[in-house]
Each structure stands twice: as structure tokens, then as C-alpha cells.
């Protein structure tokens, strides 16, 4: 496969927009091109994982508990240009889910070792990935905020005096 197809699905990937051409094709260069037959699995949950997986061709299904799924069980479809365990290719992670191939799938493996080595080359990727993730750990602390003050309202919003509605007044004999 031509590098300018398999470069085509990161461009459409957040992560990498705003890389140079050079760059791109340098992650595609030391990328494992992978083919993935029908049934396979590209990611097994519970196991440790080195590598995001970008789908280059074909599609797959996620499920989120591969042994008590039967085999023709209907999970999440994943599309051609999405990719899997984003952050193993910087951080060790365990996978929370299982993705099969439902038909021939062609992916590119970047792993952890290959992604830090060209990130020590090139200190402006580094940036570039560091930068995204920053963003990305702010826009998640805001809405764990907006959650916590959620939360927050549902707790306090019992605890108020009840209000009881406007009762005849008694006439006292005076």
C-alpha cells in the first residue's frame, strides 16, 4: 500500500491535524502494517498493550466482554480511520474492551517504542502530542467539574427544609 494511503487516515485523526507532511509520513514509515483477518482479535480486554491500532481498511466490532459474548453477538462497529488505544502508544495500559475483525482489516501498529524514539528526534512532535494532550486532560477536568456540581445539587437538593403548602389558619378563641 502507497504511504500516501496510509497516511490518509491520520489526517483525519485530531491527534495528529496540525502535523507537517515530513512527520506523518515519518509515524506511517516506522508504523507495523498489520492484516487482520476475519475473527481475529486486534485487541483483547484485560491484556497489556504497547501499540495504538489505526484502521487503515475494513471494519471491526467492539464488545466489552469478549467471553460472554456469543459469536455472533452485535457490538459497537468501528469504521475504516479510527483508532484504538490511543494513549498505549505513549503510556502502558490495559485494554478495558475487545475489538474483533469482522471481515479483512489492514492497520497500522505504532507502537509505544517507535512513537517515543521519534518523538526524541523530533522534539517538536513531542510538543505537538504533549500539547494535545494537555487539552484534552483540561476539557476532561472541566466536565468532571460540571459532574462534581451535578452531583453536588442532587445531594444538597434533598436536604432542603420541604415546603408545606398554605393551610387554613385556625381561629383561636381569644
Known amino acids: ?6 497516511v490518509k487516515p491520520l ?11 515530513l512527520q506523518l509520513t515519518e509515524i506511517v514509515r516506522r508504523a507495523e502494517r498489520i492484516i487482520y483477518r476475519p475473527g481475529d482479535a486486534i485487541i483483547t480486554e484485560d491484556e497489556p ?23 455472533n453477538s452485535r457490538g459497537e462497529t468501528l469504521p475504516e480511520g479510527v483508532m484504538i488505544a490511543e494513549l498505549a502508544m ?28 521519534l518523538m526524541e528526534e523530533d522534539t517538536e512532535l513531542a510538543r505537538h502530542f504533549s500539547s494535545c494532550i494537555t487539552t484534552r486532560l483540561k476539557l476532561l477536568a472541566n466536565d468532571m467539574k460540571a459532574v462534581d456540581t451535578i452531583m453536588e445539587r442532587a445531594t444538597i437538593a434533598p436536604q432542603l427544609p420541604q415546603v408545606r403548602p398554605n393551610l387554613p389558619v385556625e381561629a383561636h378563641p381569644g
Open 11 to 21: 489526517l483525519a485523526l485530531p491527534l495528529f491535524q496540525g502535523l507537517t507532511p
Open 90 to 117: 505513549f503510556i502502558e495500559l490495559v485494554h478495558t474492551t475487545t475489538v474483533i475483525a469482522q471481515g479483512q482489516v489492514k492497520a497500522l501498529r505504532l507502537t509505544r517504542q517507535k512513537m517515543h524514539e
Open 49 to 71: 498493550s504497547d501499540a495504538a491500532i489505526v484502521i487503515v481498511s475494513g471494519t471491526s466490532v467492539r464488545i466489552n466482554d469478549h467471553r460472554d459474548v456469543p459469536q
Open 1 to 6: 500500500m502507497a504511504i500516501d494511503a496510509l
